[in-house]
């Protein structure tokens, strides 16, 4: 770890950053993209009480399947909340063990983007007339009719990134990239999963997708996918 | 009456797969929802001129990839191993759905629950349950300038998926265009549902007996090109 | 020019997708990333009555500034009207000959990408309490007060770009990229003035920032801000 | 009165530069505005470890070029040549801004007309002129921790800048923290403004002369240091 790098010692060290009833998100889509390592080094951690921003349900072998069952989270907020095996999910929505905010995917991806933005909401034609818009207010532009959304911003983010510098730019790889740069803008601290540390300076300024201003401390933990 | 059309002359979703990547045009970019629509991908020739949208981030993705090729960062939105076209370019989840509500979609393929007369979709949650997976069909459908459904004429218990009213949770009001099944193709116009195409052996007396709705029949009727 | 290439055979040729009356985005800042070759050929047609958005209003000797002179402009948007040595929007504007809409810089980018995004405006604490704010509705959102700012779209894009390729996908160099790449999204028509041509494919996926559906034709012309 | 000081004692716009400079705290990200401002960027260390924002999409801009090493496509806010520090990252004009908004600017740098004692800024229109440049200033005001105005202590013709009320327009309420004049630094609190240091050879009197409010003056009043 050199100086003034923001590599963090080990994951629970990084993860110390966590607290009781924080709100976070976890980047992916589906396991594509997601912090595998970091989740599962979550579900060894005691904290209770977590709200977990995350574009499906968990599938129970995931990282989130286990920290499903050991309790630490109470409410899910996702647009697709029954991926393909995902007992632990429906079984604990059923019992009435967890809360669920169901978000349409763009409107999902949008939320986090204008809590990044700094914006106090954005209105969306998505979910007109159907339950999603239910309980939201309404408003006219130009003769249209909207729902006004809110922005989602998260206490942690646990992102997972292709390469990282010791300044936390990173880039991602293929289709991994999906929520992760949108979830670093908007959480008060970032946590990532990295394939690959590289030098400061060896990204290009103009391939880096996520600046490093976004992200407080990185891991490095295997390549592609799991 | 439902149920009186033999199984050996309903399409295969590989046939309907096929039926659908004849209707792509060229210069279409065309999101290709999970399940059925996206086997799609399997019949777009790389020649077609058609780009091939997935949710997760790609602009331009391609078939599946063949087996020993998996790329665990490429995954298309049912999480499954992909190929980019040449030509593709990645975007983040916000970018990607920017695109879809941005009007940019020619033509968006989902499944359905039900299809009404009005072309108001239903497809994310069964009345029975509490809940269901939206991901990123309403913002697709809201967004996109065509929307084809496609899916069996008839739910698994035998009950015609085109209706006059919904009766399931609506997706998204009067979005869909046309309408692909294992038996027929049906465009959906002001004056109610038109039959365009029928599956080989298949009697229109029979498609109308698997719609709940007045079905007009086109002076161009023709069997589906196979 | 290949076959299916966006490239145009010239600029006269390119801007033939102008119309009087439109409304047309000039990316760029200042000369950084602004694309001259296409609005001196603009300054070359007989069009009249457009709406020019732009971040600045045009220092006289450049693109913008003959076109202010040859009477073509009838309103401009942007956030910084007097340029360094911008005399002739100066004076057009003192007597009357022109219109301005005044935006803060943010608040300009975010209106064209919230259009790009198929959005209906935003909220924004930009401006509150100032007179940006007149006439506009003011909404509380937590607690907070933020004024609803509405999406901005253009008929055509005049862009600026780095490398090419036949399709349209996009790099831009250093800081040229600015306004660039969330003008191509919120335009009808995008015409982008590139300094390099690369074969498809030969730019990463990851790589490309604008993506090749948003741009419509290309002319390649110099290399550099000038 | 206000005219008495002796013009070899104010303080250089080079001068104002450094002192700012010194104010630029380690890990902090800090946005400089045009004109004396980014003249900053000329003192801050490489070494310092503070990341320069620069509205038109630098994130980690770095000192002006040595001559004849200028690059057309990388400019400052000021549409003049610089460069990019080790570890910059490149992103479009809606991002940069998102990142102003969204409380990742630890500190603004920013030019004024007047500031008033609970921190209002006025920076963009003359009463006298008929429109004026925003700019970024309203995004970055509203969105920056702490907002440093450097400028002249009184107007060219003798006006004192620091007021009780404005008279000028706003751009951003309550935003100003610290204030750096050409014989002052100044603090912005809830019990108004209080002098922290005055150039050499100014007197308190002098200052308080110059500064059309209640000026108090620190227990740990000293010179600038230079």
Redesign the interface.
Known sequence: MEV?SKKALDIPSALGAVKDGDVIFFGG?????NPSALIEGLSKTNLKNLTVVNNGGGSDDSGLGSLLESGAIAKIIC????E?DSVIFRDL??AGKIE?E??????L??R?????????????????????AQGKQE?E??G?L?I?E?PLRADVALLRA?TV?T?G?L????????????MA??ARHTIVQASKEVA??ETE?????T????VDQYVISGG??? | METVIAENLLLSREAMAKRVAQELQAGWVVNLGIGMPVLTTKYVGADQGVIVH?????IGMGPPPREGEE???????G?EPTT?ALGAA?????D??SL??GGRLNCAVLGGFQVSTSGDLANW?LPKN???????????A??ANEVFAMMSHLTKQGEPKLVEELTY?????ACVTKIFTDIAVITVTGEGFVLEEVASGVGVEQVKACTAAPLLVSDALQDIPM
């Open positions: 003034g889509f589906g396991s594509n993209g647009s697709f909340p029954y393909r929505f059923q669920l169901l978000v349409p995917q763009g409107t991806a949008e986090i983007r204008n809590a990044g933005a700094g914006l106090g909401g954005f209105l969306t034609k998505t979910g007109l007339g159907t339950e999603v408003i532009v130009g249209e909207y006004l809110k292709d510098d300044r730019n880039t991602y790889r293929g289709s991994a990239r999906n929520f992760n740069p949108v803008m908007a400061l300076g300024p103009g391939v880096i997708v600046p490093g201003i976004y592609g996918s799991i | 997935s949710e997760n981030g790609i790329d665990d960062d490429v995954r298309n939105a999480n980019l990645l975007v983040h989840q916000a990607s759905f879809a509500r949650r509490p809940t269901g997976n939206i991901g990123g069909a309403m913002d697709i809201s967004g949770p609506v997706t998204t009001l």
